[in-house]
Each structure stands twice: as structure tokens, then as C-alpha cells.
């Protein structure tokens, strides 16, 4: 079992659509999460903090749900731009720094 | 201010031939990262560096990777006997000790294996 899954995808979806994706981790001692986005051929940049009260940002929310072992996003009223891959991110504190990456799953947002 | 950089920015090599991939990481990031990620994967952690402590390699894949970072900035990537499994983006992100939690990342290196 990878320490980090999340549904390949694709999702395909219309502009302002609501489309959430769902990420599972294996270490229960993982200690903080993260959204990252990767643009196609570009380096992957930070979204946002998974919180676990959840957080929002914009049309962005994050939730966290550490009984379950897993991580959500949610983007509302998606935007062309919104087109990317969404990496899930854990990072525990064995050894310090170790951080995870999910495989990624890919958003195409169409018009 | 300038990001993370990487050289080079492609890099084709036959097999068996030694490689090596540079890392400039932010000014004053005390933290970075070496990653790979093959076409269509995630990324696969390779080897952390933290200030003046020992380095967490437990991401390398085999005994001819290796890596150093010298004055605690510039890091160099080594991959000896290069293999066609080898060939994939190597990335590299830095972070600040006060804000660990955002990597910041290069442009990566697309080293191909022929």
C-alpha cells in the first residue's frame, strides 16, 4: 500500500462546477498535510495547509480527518485556470522532514 | 528575489556514464529537498538536507545515488552508472527554517538515459 493515494482521475468537469478530490494516508503519526498544484511540464507550487479544523481559501476548502486517515479539497465555481494536477501532501516528523507526495490527480476544466 | 535554480535544464547521457545535477536553493532556505518524478508519477522523495545536519537519504534508490550540499547552499546530485530506469525530472525545493512547511521548487533537471 502506497503511504499516500489519491484517485488518478481525470476529472473532467464544466466551469463553475463543484468538484471535491479525496487523498488517504497510511502513518497515523503523519503530523501535517498540504495541497500542492502542478501545472503541466511546471514544478509543483504550494495551494494550501490542510488544517484540522479545515480551512478555506477562496474558493478553496481543506478538510482533515485524522480518525479516517484522510485529506479532502474542495473547489467551487472552477475556473479554466483551475486546470492542473493536485497533489496531496504528508509530512510526518520520523527523522524530522520526511514529506510524502501523492501521485496526483488531474483536473481538466472544461468550458 | 531569484528562486531555485537547476542545471541543467536537460541532459542526455548513455548508460553507464555518471551524472550530476545541481540545486541553488533560495537564499538563506536552510532546508532542501532532492525529488524525482517519472512521466505521469508523483513525486519520489530522494534526500533532505537540514542546516548542519546529517542529511535524511533514506529516499535514495540505490548506492550510485548520492548527493552533497557544500556551505549549506549549493547541492550537487550524483548518479553514477547510469541506468534507463534513472531517466526522470529531478526536482529540487528549498525551504525556510520559520515557514518549513512551503517547499519551493525548481525548475527541474529531465535527465534522459539512452
Known amino acids: 500500500r502506497k503511504e499516500v493515494e489519491q484517485d488518478p482521475g481525470p476529472f473532467n468537469v464544466p466551469e463553475g462546477a463543484t468538484v471535491a478530490f479525496n487523498c488517504t494516508y497510511s502513518?497515523?503519526?503523519?503530523?501535517?498535510f498540504f495541497w500542492y498544484r502542478q501545472d503541466c511540464r511546471k514544478e509543483p507550487k504550494l495551494l494550501m495547509s490542510v488544517y484540522s479544523s479545515g480551512n478555506e481559501d477562496g474558493r478553496f476548502t481543506a478538510q482533515l480527518n485524522r480518525a479516517s486517515q484522510y485529506i479532502s479539497l474542495l473547489i467551487r465555481d472552477s475556473k479554466l485556470s483551475d486546470s492542473a494536477t493536485y497533489l496531496c501532501?504528508?509530512?510526518?516528523?520520523?527523522?524530522?522532514?520526511?514529506?510524502?507526495f501523492g501521485a496526483g490527480t488531474r483536473l481538466f476544466v472544461k468550458a | 528575489g531569484a528562486g531555485v535554480s537547476q542545471s541543467p535544464s536537460n541532459k542526455v547521457t548513455e548508460k553507464g556514464k555518471d551524472v550530476e545535477l545541481r540545486c541553488d536553493p533560495i537564499s538563506g532556505h536552510t532546508a532542501l529537498y532532492w525529488y524525482r518524478q517519472s512521466l505521469g508519477q508523483g513525486l519520489e522523495f530522494l534526500i533532505y538536507?537540514?542546516?548542519?545536519?546529517?542529511?535524511?537519504k533514506s529516499g535514495l534508490p540505490s548506492d550510485r545515488f548520492s548527493a552533497e550540499r557544500t556551505g549549506g547552499s549549493v547541492s550537487t546530485l550524483t548518479i553514477q552508472r547510469t541506468q534507463q530506469e534513472d531517466s526522470a525530472v529531478y526536482l529540487c525545493?528549498?525551504?525556510?527554517?520559520?515557514?518549513?512547511?512551503?517547499?519551493?521548487f525548481g525548475p527541474g533537471t529531465r535527465l534522459t538515459v539512452t
Open positions: 538536507f537540514q542546516g548542519n545536519s546529517a542529511p535524511d
Open positions: 501532501v504528508v509530512k510526518g516528523n520520523t527523522g524530522g522532514f520526511k514529506t510524502i
Open positions: 525545493a528549498s525551504s525556510s527554517r520559520d515557514r518549513s512547511y512551503e517547499q519551493y
Open positions: 502513518n497515523s503519526a503523519s503530523q501535517s
